[in-house]
C-alpha cells in the first residue's frame, strides 16, 4: 500500500477521518475509501485523491485489524483510541471526518471537528435534539466549513422515483403513510450489544423514513406520538425497546394534514430472509406507491449458507460486491454514493476554483436540503420527541405527545392527567 502510482501521485490530496469503525464503515465507508484513493474527477475541480487517514475509536482494535488488512504503515493510517481519540485524529491534519459512532455519540465529535475548522459528515440520526442541532449548524457557519447528514435512502432508486413523482405533480397531496424495517436479533443483541443500553429503533432506523417523508413532500410537522415494547433486548421496564410505533401528523399549504406511521424493530428472527425487512405505502389524492425491499426480484439458496451467511433475498441496491463483465472487482451501491457525494461536495469548496471564491462555493453546497445539517430541524425535532416520550413510558409515564410550534412552544410534551406540558424546546422548530 506504500507504492505510489506515477499517474496519480502528484494530485491534491483530501485526506478523511473515520470516528466508529462497526457496520456502517465495513459496508459503505471503507468500499469508497478504498476505491477512491487512485483518484477521483470533476470538471470543476479537475481530478485529485481521497485518503482515508485514520480513525477514532474506543479501543482502536479495529482500527489495528483494518491498518493490518489493508497491509498500513502508521504513517499512513493513523489509529487513535481512548478518550482524546478525536482529538488526536483531528490533529493528524485531516480535511474532513465521518462521523458513524453509536448514535448518542455524534455529537461531541461533531462539534469537536467542527471547532478545528473541519467539514463533517453524520451517519442518521445527526444528533438526538435540537440544541445539539442549533449549536453544531451555528458553528458550520461561523468556522465555513460544511456540516452534513447520510441518509443513504433517499438515494435509493425506488425512492427518488417517489420523489421525482411528487416533484413533478404525478402524485397529486400525501393524505397519509406507513414505513415499516424490520431487523434480525444479531443486529440488536450482537453487533450493537456494547451500546444498546437505552436505545430504541425507532432513534436508529426510523429516523430513514422520517426524512424520506420531510424532504419528499414538505410540509409543517405538527405532533408526534409514539408507543412500542420491551423484555427482549433489555428488562420489560427498562430503558431499552425492542420495537417502536411511532406516528407524525405534517401540515400543508393547503391547509390539509397527512399522518404518517413508522413501525420498526430489531428483533426479527436471525433466520428471516432478508437483511432487512422494508416496506413502505403512500397513499396520494390520485394514486398509491407501494414499495418493498425484498421484492425487488431476487432470491437467492446456497446449501448451508442461506438464510443465515448469505440471505435468501438480496438487496444489490444498497451495497453489493460484484465481478464486473470487464472482470474489476467492484463495490457499489447508494449506500456508498452517498459518502461520495459528500466528499465531492467538500472537494468543491476547497478546490473547484480561486480561494477568494471559496465562500460562495462554500454557501452553494451547503444549500442542499437533502443532506445539510441546518435542514434538519423537522427530522431531528421528530427524534428529539419520540425519545422524550420513550422516556417517559420507561419511567412509568406512558401515552404522551408532543405537539410541535403550538402555543406552548416548539416542542411542548403533553401527558395524559397533566394541565401543562413539558417544555422540550422553546423557540420555533
Known sequence: MNSQNPK????????????????????????????????????????????????????????????E?????????????????????????IDFL??????????SAARAALEAGRHVVIEKPSVLSLAELDELAALAKDRGVLAKVVYHKLLDPDHKK????????????VNNGYCSLLEPKSISGGQFASWITGRNPGTYVAVHYLKL???????????????????????????????????????????????????TSWVTPDNFPGY?????????????WNGHSRKRGVELTVEGRTPHELKTTV?????????????????????????????REVAYVELGGPLENRPERLTAMADRHYNELAADRQVVAAVQSMEAILAKASAGEPNGIVEVNGPSGGLALWLPGKSEPEILYGAAV
Open 276 to 288: 432487512v425487512e422494508q416496506e413502505v405505502q403512500f397513499r396520494f389524492d390520485n394514486g398509491v
Open 98 to 107: 465521518c462521523v458513524a459512532s453509536p448514535d448518542d455519540r455524534h455529537f
Open 162 to 173: 417517489l420523489r421525482t413523482l411528487v416533484h413533478d405533480g404525478i402524485l397529486s397531496h
Open 69 to 93: 488488512r489493508r497491509g498500513l504503515s502508521e504513517a499512513d493510517f493513523g489509529n487513535f483510541a481512548g478518550d482524546s481519540a478525536v482529538e488526536d485524529l483531528l490533529g493528524a491534519g
Open 8 to 67: 496519480t501521485s502528484q494530485l491534491p490530496v483530501l485526506r478523511g477521518g473515520m470516528v466508529g469503525m462497526g457496520m456502517i464503515f465495513d459496508e459503505t465507508y471503507a468500499p469508497f475509501f478504498e476505491a477512491a484513493q487512485d483518484g477521483l474527477f470533476d470538471p470543476a475541480t479537475g481530478p485529485y485523491k481521497v485518503a482515508l487517514a485514520g480513525c477514532a475509536t474506543r479501543t482502536g482494535s479495529r482500527g489495528a485489524a483494518y491498518r
Open 213 to 263: 417523508i420531510d424532504y419528499t413532500f414538505g410540509g409543517r410537522l405538527k405532533s408526534v406520538a409514539c408507543t412500542g415494547q420491551r423484555g427482549l433486548v433489555g428488562p420489560k421496564n427498562g430503558p431499552t425497546w425492542d420495537s417502536t410505533q411511532l406516528r407524525l401528523v405534517y401540515e400543508y399549504d393547503s391547509g390539509r394534514e397527512a399522518a404518517f406511521d413508522i413501525h
Open 315 to 343: 438487496n444489490n441496491h444498497y451495497n453489493g460486491s460484484f465481478l464486473e463483465p470487464w472482470g474489476e472487482r467492484s463495490q457499489r451501491g447508494y449506500g456508498i454514493e452517498t459518502i461520495e457525494r459528500f466528499v
